[in-house]
Nanobody, 132 residues
Framework: QVQLQESGPGLVKPSQTLSLTCTVSGASITTSDYAWSWIRQSPGKGLEWMGIIDYDGSTHSSPSLKSRTSISRDSSQNQFSLQLKSVTPEDSAVYYC????????????????????????WGKGTLVTVSS
């Protein structure tokens, strides 16, 4: 069974860096069949795709967040991570990690309606609050 689990601080101060880790079990993050993604949902808003890391380590981020977003991985721990710099209260959200079917990756990158259906396994999400 594939499982994803987000972890990291639930409270981050403004201007600091938000750091989260997704631990994956039941599947390897280096297999070519999948890519791995970060998504968030702010209160009262829909899902916002943040970025993705492919099986070979290459990354792509949402244009609106690219300047502040860094995605990396630790293949030895079967983990991938998110760093979001210079956070503000507008970054408060539930943050999810998810697995992306390789054949659906292009839909995610293009923000195609229904692209989230190409993400077959999700973590439960972790709430991060940005506040002083």
């Amino acid at each position: 069974q594939v499982q994803l689990q987000e972890s990291g601080p639930g409270l981050v101060k403004p201007s600091q860096t938000l750091s989260l880790t997704c631990t994956v079990s039941g599947a390897s993050i280096t297999t070519s069949d999948y890519a791995w993604s970060w998504i968030r949902q702010s209160p009262g808003k829909g899902l916002e795709w943040m970025g993705i890391i492919d099986y070979d380590g290459s990354t792509h981020s949402s244009p609106s967040l690219k300047s502040r977003t860094s995605i990396s991985r630790d293949s030895s721990q079967n983990q991938f991570s998110l760093q979001l710099k210079s956070v503000t209260p507008e970054d408060s959200a539930v943050y999810y990690c998810a697995r992306v079917l390789r054949a659906r990756t292009i839909e995610v990158l293009a923000s195609t309606p229904g692209a989230y259906y190409g993400m077959d396994y999700w973590g439960k999400g972790t709430l991060v609050t940005v506040s002083s």
